[in-house]
């Protein structure tokens, strides 16, 4: 097998990996983006950033300059809140 093949073979199994992730039901999923957590737990989406951003948020993992928010720990977020 050459470079090319390799690759080729190497971004398949990528875009399979993608597309059985996008298949996998939304309360599944260990990590959500910020969208899918608004459509998830019906806060919006500046709500959600806005958390976030505070020191210490439960629920948020930044990896770079990307938000991700773990969907266990929204709910129980979520479920300690008397108002969010």
Not at 33 to 43: H, N
Request: net charge neutral; proline share 2%; hydrophobic share 40%.
């Amino acid at each position: 097998m050459n470079d090319d093949e390799r690759l080729l073979a190497e971004v398949r199994t990528y875009q399979e990996k993608l597309i059985s992730n996008a298949e996998e039901p939304i309360w599944e999923r260990k990590w959500l983006t910020i969208e899918e957590a608004a459509a998830y737990s019906g806060i919006g989406r500046t709500k959600l950033r806005e958390l976030s951003n505070q020191a210490g948020c439960p629920f948020a993992i930044w990896i770079g300059n990307k938000i991700h928010i773990v969907r266990e720990r929204l709910d129980k977020y979520i479920d300690k809140q008397f108002r969010i």
